[in-house]
C-alpha cells in the first residue's frame, strides 16, 4: 500500500511561530510525531510525508498515493478538512486520526473521510488494517483499552527533512494524573500515566542522532513529572548517553507547577540537559483553581515555585487562562501582576473554550450552557466563548486584551526577559570552570559545525536587525545585552533566544489590539 501522510497546516501563530522561525531559518516549529509514530507501525507500506507547515503535497505525491493519512488538533482543523476534500476530489481513501478526529469524528466522517482512528495508534492500527480489508467506509475506529507504551515503535525520524524544524521531538509517556475540569488529556489519554522504558527513551534518540538530529527536542508528555519516579529512572539513564556524545541534545518539556518545590528534580533536569518546562498556572485566583479542580496549583505557591526553577537553572514558560467560572473582574491586572512578580518571560494567554468530552463540556451541557453550534474557534483569538461564561463578555474580552497589551509591550517583554536570565544561575560549565573542574560533560565537546555556526550567527544578526536597530527601544537591546554579557555571561544565549521569540508575541499583541478597534 502506498500512503501519504499528511500533517495539515496550523493556523494558529502560537503553534507556528512564524517570525521565530524565519530568524532561525526553519520552516516550521516541530514535525509531527504522531504521523512519524504511524509510520513505523506500517513496516510493510511504501510511505511519503508532507508536512503542510513546510511545502504542500506535490502533484507527483498525489498521483502516487492509493490513501492518504492525516493526523489533525483542533489547530489544524480548516487545513484538514481542506486536505480531506482534496483527497476526496482526487478519488482518494482518505483515513484521519490524531485530537480533533478524536474529539469529533463524526465531523470528519461527515467532511468526506472514509475511516476515522479514535485514540492511540499502537492498539488501533491492526483494527485500520481490517477494515481497509474487509471494504468498510465511513466507520470510526477504536480499542477501549489505552496501549502499553513499551511497545510502541521508534518513530520513523528518517523520513523527517530535520533542517524543516525548530526543534525536534519524542515523547516519553501519556496521560497526566490530575484532573484539572477544562483539560482534554484525561479524556484523549486518561490519569494513569503510561511510561516506555528509560532504554526505549534512548533508543530513539540514537536513532534521532543517527539521522542527523541535533538541538532542542522538545518531550512532548502531557506531564513529564506525573510519576516522580518513572521520570527520575528516564533521567539517570538519558544523562550519561547524552554527555558521552558530548551533549548534543538539550531537552524541554511540560510539567505541573510542583515542579517548583522539589529541587532534586530540578537538579536531575538541569543535569540531563534540560533548560525550560512549560507549566499550567491558568489563574492567579484560588476560587478559579478550586472550580476547576486544578488542586496542585493551591498547593504549591505559584510565586515561590516559578521562583525556584527561575533560580535553579530553568526557564518557566507558562499559560493561563481567561473566561473561567468564578472570575472576578480585574483578571487581567491580576495576570500581569503575577507575571512581573515571577518574570515569566513567555506565556499564553488563553481565552477558555469548552473541549468536547472534557468535564467542562459535560457540565456546561448539561446547565444548557453550552453553544453547540459555535465554532471552537482558537484559544488565542479572543473570540467568543462556545459557551455562556459566568461574568459579562465584556468583561472577559477587556480582561484579554489588557493581558496582551501589557504583557507583549516590547520593551516590557524584553526587560523582563532581561531580569529572568540575570536571576538565574550560571550555566553547569561556567560554574565548573569558575572553579577550575572539568566541564559537566566530560572531556568530549559535541563540536559546532560550520553550518551550525553559520546558523547561529545569521539568527543573530537577523535579531539585531528586528531589535537592535530598526525599533525605538533599541538602545535597550543593547544595553541589556551588554548587561547579560557582563553579568550572566553563559545565559546570553538563552536570553537571545527568548527575545527572539518575543517578535511573534509582538504581532499577535497587534493582532489582538486590532480585535479592539473592530
Known amino acids: 500500500m502506498r500512503a501519504l501522510l499528511v500533517n495539515p497546516k496550523a493556523e494558529s501563530l502560537f503553534w507556528s511561530l512564524p517570525v521565530s522561525c524565519k530568524l532561525t531559518g526553519s520552516k516550521t516549529i516541530s514535525p509531527p510525531l504522531g504521523l512519524i509514530t504511524v509510520a513505523a507501525l506500517l513496516p510493510q507500506w511504501e510511505l511519503r510525508l508532507a508536512d503542510m507547515n513546510c511545502r504542500r503535497p506535490a ?5 502516487w498515493a492509493e490513501i492518504v493519512m492525516i493526523s489533525a488538533t483542533l489547530a489544524q482543523k480548516p487545513s484538514a478538512l481542506a486536505v480531506t476534500r482534496e483527497a476526496k476530489h482526487r478519488g482518494k481513501t482518505v483515513v484521519l486520526g490524531g485530537p480533533y478526529p478524536t474529539m469529533m469524528p463524526d465531523e470528519v466522517l461527515a467532511a468526506g473521510g472514509d475511516f476515522c482512528v479514535r485514540g492511540e495508534a499502537e492498539n488501533t492500527v491492526h483494527l485500520l488494517l481490517s477494515a481497509l480489508t474487509d471494504g468498510s467506509r465511513k466507520v470510526v475506529i477504536e480499542n477501549d483499552r489505552r496501549p502499553d507504551l513499551s511497545a510502541s515503535p521508534v518513530p520513523r525520524f528518517d523520513l523527517l527533512r530535520l533542517r524543516d524544524y525548530q526543534y525536534l521531538t519524542i515523547q516519553t509517556s501519556r496521560g497526566c494524573p490530575f484532573s484539572c475540569e477544562f483539560c482534554d488529556i484525561e479524556s484523549l489519554y486518561g490519569r494513569k500515566q503510561r511510561y516506555k522504558k528509560p532504554d526505549q527513551v534512548v533508543n530513539e534518540l540514537e536513532a534521532l542522532y543517527r539521522v542527523g538530529g541535533r538541538g532542542p527536542v522538545f518531550i512532548s508528555d502531557d506531564n513529564f513529572i506525573g510519576s516522580r519516579s518513572n521520570a527520575c529512572a528516564i533521567l539517570h539513564k538519558l544523562t550519561p548517553w547524552n554527555k558521552s556524545l558530548g551533549e548534543p541534545f538539550g531537552f524541554f518539556t511540560q510539567a505541573s507547577v510542583n515542579l517548583g518545590r522539589d529541587e532534586e528534580l530540578i537538579d536531575l533536569l538541569t543535569a540531563a540537559n534540560f533548560s525550560t518546562v512549560f507549566v499550567g498556572i491558568e489563574s492567579p485566583d484560588a476560587e478559579v483553581l478550586e472550580n476547576a479542580g486544578k488542586h496542585q496549583n493551591l498547593r504549591d505557591p505559584v510565586v515561590e515555585s516559578v521562583t525556584n526553577m527561575n533560580r535553579n537553572g530553568l526557564t518557566v514558560q507558562a499559560s493561563f487562562i481567561i473566561g473561567c467560572d468564578g472570575e472576578k473582574e480585574g483578571l487581567g491586572d491580576r495576570i500581569c501582576e503575577l507575571v512581573e512578580k515571577t518574570n515569566i518571560p513567555i506565556l499564553m494567554i488563553n481565552g477558555l473554550r469548552a473541549l468536547p468530552n472534557t468535564r ?25 466563548p462556545n459557551f455562556v461564561p459566568s461574568r459579562p463578555e465584556a468583561e472577559i474580552v477587556h480582561d484579554y486584551m489588557k493581558a496582551w497589551d501589557y504583557l507583549y509591550e516590547p520593551s516590557r517583554f524584553l526587560a523582563r526577559v532581561y531580569r529572568y536570565y540575570l ?5 553547569r560549565d561556567a560554574l565548573a570552570a569558575k572553579n577550575g573542574e ?3 560533560n566530560g572531556t568530549k565537546t559535541c563540536k559546532r559545525s560550520f553550518a ?7 539568527a543573530f544578526l537577523r535579531l539585531v536587525w528586528r531589535q537592535g536597530i530598526r525599533p525605538s527601544y533599541r538602545r535597550q537591546f543593547w544595553g541589556q545585552l551588554t548587561g547579560i554579557l557582563r553579568r550572566n555571561p553563559s545565559r546570553a544565549l538563552d536570553y537571545l533566544i527568548w527575545c527572539g521569540m518575543g517578535e511573534d508575541l509582538f504581532r499577535m499583541r497587534e493582532m489582538v489590539l486590532r480585535r479592539r478597534e473592530l
Open 59 to 63: 502533484e507527483a505525491d498525489w498521483e
Open 360 to 384: 467542562l463540556w459535560h457540565r456546561l451541557r448539561l446547565e444548557g450552557r453550552l453553544r453547540e453550534d459555535a465554532d471552537l474557534g482558537d484559544q488565542l483569538s479572543g473570540a467568543q
Open 423 to 427: 536571576n538565574m544561575r550560571p550555566t
Open 438 to 440: 572539568m566541564p559537566s
Open 452 to 458: 551550525a555556526r553559520y546558523f547561529y550567527a545569521t
